[in-house]
C-alpha cells in the first residue's frame, strides 16, 4: 500500500508528510508497508505512514554517500549558514511543531512550547554555529617535522532514536553530525515519526542539499537493525533503552562501525538534612513528572535523609497529587498521556511489583479515574516507599514513577545512589558546599545537578557511564564524536629522516 505524500490534520496549519525521505524527496517504501500512528491521547489513528524496511535503508545509505564528499568539501561557515537557517525555520514553524509533537507523542503543549521547540532550535544554532570551530592541532614533535592533525567527517553516519523526545533528539543528533560534514540515516521511533519527517521538509526548504539528510521510519529488527549492520554506515549514534544498544553493538562488529551509545538510566536524587526544602520539592517534581517521567535522565529515585524524610514525603506526595492530567492540546495540562498503551502497561506493572515486594504506594500506581481520560494512555503520578534492592529501584520505569528511600549518613546515601548499572543523570540538595562537591566527584553518573535537575544546553556534555551508555553528545565533545583524527607529518626540510640515515 502506499501513503499519501501529504496529509492534513486537523488543527495543524502545514500538511504533513508521510512518506520516507530519501535523496531529498518523499517516496514510497519499496514494499508497500505502512505503520499506523496512534494519538497516545485517544488511541485513534492519526495517520499511516510509509515503513522503510532493509531496501529502503539502502536506498537512502546509497544516497547519503553520494552527497557526503561535497557536502564535507562545502564551506563550514556555509554548512552552518545552513543550520542556521534551520533554526529559523523551526522557529517561524514553531506553533505547529508544538502541535505535532503534543499529538504524537502526548507531551503537553505548555512543555513543547516551553521547551521542545525552543530547544530544538538552539541546538540546531547552536550548532550552525559550531561548523566552522572545528579546530585540529599542532602538536610538538621531534626537531625538523612538523605534525599537524586534522579532524575529518566520518562519512555516512547512522543514527537511531527513540520516542520519548522525537523532536528534541533530531536536533541533538543531526546538527552536530551535519555540522562535521557528515551525511544521515535516522531512524525515528516507528510510532513517533512525526516531527521528524517535517523537520525534513524544513531541510529541504532551506537548502540543506538532497542527500546529506535521509529519514527510515521503521521498525527496530529492520530498518533499526539494517542501519547497524550496514557496511557503508561508519558509525551508529543511538538512543534508546540498554538491551537495544548491546545488539546494536553486536550487529556493528561486521565492519567495525563506531557506536556512540545514550541508554537508559535510574537517576538518584538525593535531599540531604539541610535542603532548601521547597526547591527540593519543586525540583524533584519537575526531575521525575516532566514528560510523564519519560526522560533517560529522569530522577527516579529519590534517597532522602531519614530527619527530613516524612516533611519531604508530605508535601512531595501533596504537589504530586496537584498535577493537572488531561488533553496535552489544552494549555492548562501539566502531564499528558505516556506514548504508548504498551508502555502504560508496563509502567502500571511496575506498580503491581512494587506491592509485590513489600513496598508502599503513597500516590498514583494506576490509571485516573476520570471519565474523559479513559481512552489516553494515562498513569497518575506515582511515589513508592521502596528498599532500594527492590526492582523498582533497580530497573528502568521510564514512567511518572518514582520511588523514595532513606538514609541517615553521607556514606550511605552514596553507597544507595551508586548501587544500581546504570550512571546517567543525579541530582542532589544541600547548602553544604563541600559535601555538594565530595558527592559530585564521587557519584558515577555523566551528569551531576547540584540544587537542581535536569538542566540542559547545547554546551555541555551529555552522556553516561556503566550500562547508561559512552560517548558524549553537545559541545565540543560531540564533534570529536563525528569526527576523526588525521595526522600529518611534515619533514620541514625534506631530507632523509635521521632514523634511516646509515
Ligand atoms: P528502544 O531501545 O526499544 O528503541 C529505541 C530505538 O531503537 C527505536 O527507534 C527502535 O525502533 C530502535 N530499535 C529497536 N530494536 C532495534 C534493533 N534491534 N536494532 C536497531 N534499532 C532498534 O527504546 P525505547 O523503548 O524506544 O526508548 C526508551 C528507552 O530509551 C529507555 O530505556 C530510555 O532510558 C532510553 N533513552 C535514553 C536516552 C539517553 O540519552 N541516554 C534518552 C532517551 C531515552
Known amino acids: 500500500m502506499t501513503v499519501h505524500s501529504e496529509i492534513e490534520i486537523a488543527g495543524l496549519t502545514a500538511p504533513i508528510n508521510t512518506q520516507l525521505f530519501?535523496?531529498?524527496?518523499?517516496?514510497?517504501?519499496?514494499?508497500?508497508?505502512?505503520?499506523?500512528?496512534l494519538n497516545p491521547f485517544n488511541g485513534k489513528k492519526i495517520c499511516d505512514i510509509a515503513e522503510a524496511r532493509e531496501e529502503d535503508v539502502d536506498r537512502a545509505v546509497e544516497a547519503a554517500k553520494a552527497a557526503q564528499p561535497a557536502w564535507a568539501r562545502m564551506d563550514a561557515a556555509d554548512r552552518g549558514q545552513l543550520l542556521l537557517k534551520l533554526a529559523d525555520a523551526i522557529e517561524a514553524n514553531a506553533e505547529e511543531l508544538i502541535k505535532l509533537e503534543a499529538l504524537d507523542t502526548g507531551h503537553p503543549v505548555r512543555d513543547a512550547r516551553k521547551l521542545d521547540v525552543p530547544r530544538t532550535a538552539r541546538c540546531f544554532r547552536y550548532f550552525g554555529g559550531m561548523a566552522d570551530k572545528v579546530e585540529g592541532s599542532l602538536p610538538p614533535v621531534y626537531p625538523g617535522f612538523i605534525n599537524y592533525v586534522q579532524r575529518e567527517a566520518l562519512g555516512v553516519v547512522g543514527q537511531i532514536v527513540p520516542w520519548n523526545f522525537p523532536l528534541m533528539f533530531t536536533s541533538w543528533k543531526m546538527a552536530p553530525a551535519l555540522a562535521a560534514g557528515n551525511a544521515i540515516v535516522i531512524k525515528p521511533a516507528e510510532i513517533t515519526p512525526l516531527s521528524t519527517l517535517r523537520i525534513a521538509a524544513l531541510m529541504k526548504e532551506v537548502g540543506i542539499p538532497d542527500g546529506v539528510v535521509n529519514v527510515v521510519p521503521g521498525y527496530g529488527h529492520t530498518a533499526g537493525a539494517r542501519l547497524s549492520s550496514h557496511p557503508d554506515i561508519k558509525k551508529i549514534a543511538f538512543t534508546g533503552s540498554t538491551a537495544t544498544g548491546r545488539r546494536i553493538v553486536e550487529a556493528s562488529a561486521g565492519n567495525l562501525k563506531k557506536v556512540q551509545l545514550e541508554l537508559g538510566g535510574k537517576g538518584p536524587n538525593i535531599v540531604f538534612d539541610d535542603a532548601i526544602l521547597p526547591a527540593a520539592i519543586g525540583g524533584s517534581a519537575w526531575a521525575i513528572f516532566h514528560?510523564?517521567?519519560?526522560?533517560?535522565?529522569?530522577?527516579?529515585r529519590l534517597i532522602v535523609h531519614e530527619k527530613v524524610a516524612d516533611e519531604f514525603t508530605e508535601k512531595f506526595a501533596a504537589l504530586a497529587k496537584s498535577i493537572r492530567l488531561g488533553n496535552p492540546m489544552d494549555s492548562n495540562t501539566e502531564m499528558g498521556p505516556l506514548t504508548s498503551k504498551m508502555h502504560q502497561e508496563k509502567v502500571l506493572e511496575y506498580a503491581k511489583i512494587a506491592e509485590q515486594e513489600g513496598g508502599e504506594i503513597i500516590c498514583g500506581g494506576k490509571a485516573p479515574d476520570d471519565p474523559e481520560l479513559a481512552n489516553g494512555c494515562f498513569v497518575e503520578p506515582t511515589i513508592v516507599r521502596a528498599d532500594m534492592s527492590s526492582r523498582v529501584c533497580q530497573e528502568e520505569v521510564f514512567g511518572p514513577f518514582v520511588t523514595i528511600s532513606t538514609f541517615s549518613d553521607d556514606e550511605e546515601a552514596l553507597q544507595m545512589a551508586n548501587g544500581v548499572i546504570y550512571g546517567l543523570g543525579s541530582g542532589l540538595w544541600t547548602q553544604n558546599l563541600s559535601r555538594a562537591h565530595r558527592f559530585a566527584r564521587e557519584i558515577k553518573a555523566g551528569m551531576v545537578w547540584i540544587n537542581s535537575y535536569k538542566v540542559v544546553h547545547p554546551a555541555s556534555p551529555f552522556g553516561g557511564v556503566g550500562e547508561s551508555g559512552y560517548g558524549r553528545e553537545m559541545g565540543f565533545e560531540?564533534?570529536?564524536e563525528y569526527t576523526q583524527a588525521k595526522s600529518v607529518w611534515v619533514n620541514v626540510d625534506a631530507q632523509i629522516p635521521p632514523h634511516y640515515e646509515r
Open 22 to 37: 530519501i535523496n531529498g524527496e518523499f517516496v514510497d517504501a519499496a514494499a508497500g508497508g505502512t505503520i499506523e500512528v
Open 291 to 300: 514528560n510523564q517521567g519519560q526522560a533517560c535522565i529522569a530522577g527516579s
Open 478 to 480: 560531540v564533534m570529536n
